[in-house]
């Protein structure tokens, strides 16, 4: 068990760390927030539903093709990053059911399933403290 003063000391370090959060999501674009989930997992999701395959080969030749050319592609700078789906099939056919969801609530869904997840294998690990 942890005593009085290192309990006081874990909570105002996790109070502070949110609060480091929330001031730094401010700063973030709208549109890249959970910017991996929505290109990788949630648009290949909707691609799925709506019967498109959701890997885009023809994109990342194109990018391909224009690096050989001495061109700068999208993801060779912050400024103009892109997120594709790259997982495989089981994966994107698991997130088919948060692709029915707006964007938001997936996201949400998604980020306490993530938790969940890491708190159930330190469980499963017998990490206790």
């Not at 194109?62 to 592609?73: F, H, K, V, Y």
């Not at 790259?86 to 969801?101: R, T």
Request: one cysteine or more; aromatic letters at 10%; hydrophobic letters at 55%.
């Amino acid at each position: 068990m942890l005593a009085t003063g290192a309990r006081a000391l874990l909570i105002v370090a996790m109070f502070a760390s949110c609060v480091m959060f929330l001031l730094g999501m401010s700063g973030i674009k709208r549109h890249a927030l959970l910017f991996d989930f929505k290109g990788g997992l949630y648009d290949a999701g909707h691609q799925i539903v709506h019967g498109q395959d959701p890997y885009r080969p023809d994109f990342l030749a194109a990018q391909a093709a224009i690096l050989r050319a001495g061109g700068i592609a999208q993801g060779e700078t912050s400024s103009n990053a892109f997120s594709i789906p790259v997982y495989p099939a089981p994966i994107n056919l698991a997130v088919v059911p948060l692709s029915l969801l707006p964007f938001w609530l997936a996201g949400v869904v998604f980020t306490l399933l993530s938790i969940g997840a890491m708190v159930l294998g330190l469980r499963l690990l017998g990490v206790r403290d």
